[in-house]
């Protein structure tokens, strides 16, 4: 199975770019659809971006769509997250996660379809 490891968070003006990056092991990176959740204070993880195994197809959260970029680099075994013009609610923790399965758009964005989840890394806002 693949483990994930996130890494990039940080601290940020609003307005201001940050890209996060996750590194998978364990397991052949390119069978695996992959995407970015996030998770505020006491609620749930939510949807944010995701990428197919290929890179041809992605797919945005509403409030993050044109602001926000994911990308990936099967050689490297990389996913990315570039986030531009971030608002004070951007503000979460982000995770990335993995999904060895295809899926449409309705259940691309339902957290319960992956099992494979990183540890998670701390972006913040500043106004």
């Known amino acids: 199975q693949v483990q994930l490891a996130e890494s990039g968070g940080g601290l940020v003006q609003a307005g201001g770019s940050l890209s996060l990056s996750c590194t998978a092991s364990?397991?052949?990176?390119?069978?695996?659809?992959m995407a970015w959740f996030r998770q505020y204070p006491g609620k749930e993880r939510e949807f944010v971006a995701r990428?197919?195994?290929?890179?041809?197809?992605?797919r945005y959260q509403d409030s993050v769509t044109g602001r926000f970029t994911i990308s990936r680099d099967n050689d490297k075994n990389m996913v990315y997250l570039h986030m531009n013009n971030l608002k004070t609610e951007d503000a979460a923790v982000y995770y990335c996660?993995?999904?060895?399965?295809?899926?449409?758009?309705?259940?691309?964005?339902?957290?319960?379809?992956?099992?494979?989840w990183g540890q998670g890394t701390r972006v913040a806002v500043s106004s």
């Open positions: 996660a993995a999904d060895q399965f295809g899926r449409p758009a309705s259940e691309a964005m339902r957290r319960t379809n992956y099992i494979h």
């Open positions: 364990g397991d052949i990176f390119s069978r695996y659809a």
């Open positions: 990428i197919s195994n290929n890179g041809d197809v992605t």
